[in-house]
């Protein structure tokens, strides 16, 4: 399977093992990542997802050219939908992409899909489409809004990479660790994502992309209709409780 999934207690870790051919992303991984993505997005048991590449060498060199662009009768026409993580599905869950090497075209998307990007030192982060006259669409849809205009421009335009620790400095990246260190750190983060409320990260996750374009009023309002429904769940009640006797709350997703 190119695509391995480990549960870890509430921790669904994803794994594109394809070293081979650095864990390029074909038809077949493409079907999974969705399916696996919806599951993460469901399951009421699965709080996080984590996703990684196979081994030191690449998170995902990208979409796998010679199978996903190697020419044949052109496709029939059909209307935009977000079904696919490159298309904006929604996952209501946080996902943290643990990036270990080469991070290129179709899985940079990946990556910006995700809430936090871990990245080993060694990293490389870029979009060469252009360079054999193919489109990065979602990646220039998002790349302008979440990094300086000038900068997500270069990549775009010039198809060059850059490494982990620019990435870290222009903001495109959490965190950037030693490569043995990426799923440590990956997991660390989703354990203390864990340990908070579920439907309130849920819900502030929820906040956040509607914030992304919303005028703030618009966001406020949001804020305060989600806000009165979280105050009424059983997790919001243990939280104060868990608070006022010091102790860990113990959340049960309700």
């Not at 620019?166 to 030693?178: F, I, M, N, T």
Request: charged share 25%; hydrophobic share 45%; net charge neutral.
């Amino acid at each position: 399977m190119p695509l391995r999934e480990e549960l870890r207690g509430r921790i669904l870790v994803l794994t594109m093992d394809r070293p081979e051919a650095m864990n390029a992303i074909d038809p077949e991984m493409g079907q999974q990542l969705v399916a696996a993505l919806t599951r993460i997005d469901e399951d009421p048991d699965i709080w996080v997802g984590v996703i990684t590449g196979a081994g030191q060498r690449a998170f995902s060199a990208g979409a796998d050219l010679k199978r996903m662009h190697g020419g044949g009768a052109p496709a029939a026409f059909s209307p935009w939908r977000a079904r696919r993580y490159d298309s904006d599905m929604k996952v209501s869950k946080p996902l943290i992409a643990a990036i270990n090497g080469y991070c290129l075209a179709g899985a940079l998307e990946l990556a910006l899909f995700c809430d936090l990007r871990i990245c080993a030192e060694h990293a490389q982060l870029g979009c060469p489409e252009v360079r054999w006259s193919i489109l990065h669409g979602y990646g220039a849809v998002r790349l302008p809004r979440m990094l300086p205009r000038a900068v997500a421009m270069k990549m775009l335009l010039t198809g060059e990479f850059i490494d982990a620790h620019e990435a870290l400095r222009v903001g495109l990246v959490s965190d950037v660790v030693p490569a043995g260190q990426v799923m440590p750190r990956a997991l660390s983060l989703a354990e203390r994502i864990c340990a908070n409320g579920p439907i309130a990260v849920r819900m502030t996750k929820e906040l956040a992309w509607m914030g992304e374009n919303a005028r703030t009023e618009d966001g406020l309002r949001l804020y305060q209709m989600y806000n009165r429904a979280v105050h009424e769940t059983h997790d919001a009640q243990e939280g104060v409780r868990a608070f006022a006797e010091k102790r860990p709350p113990r959340f049960e997703n309700r």
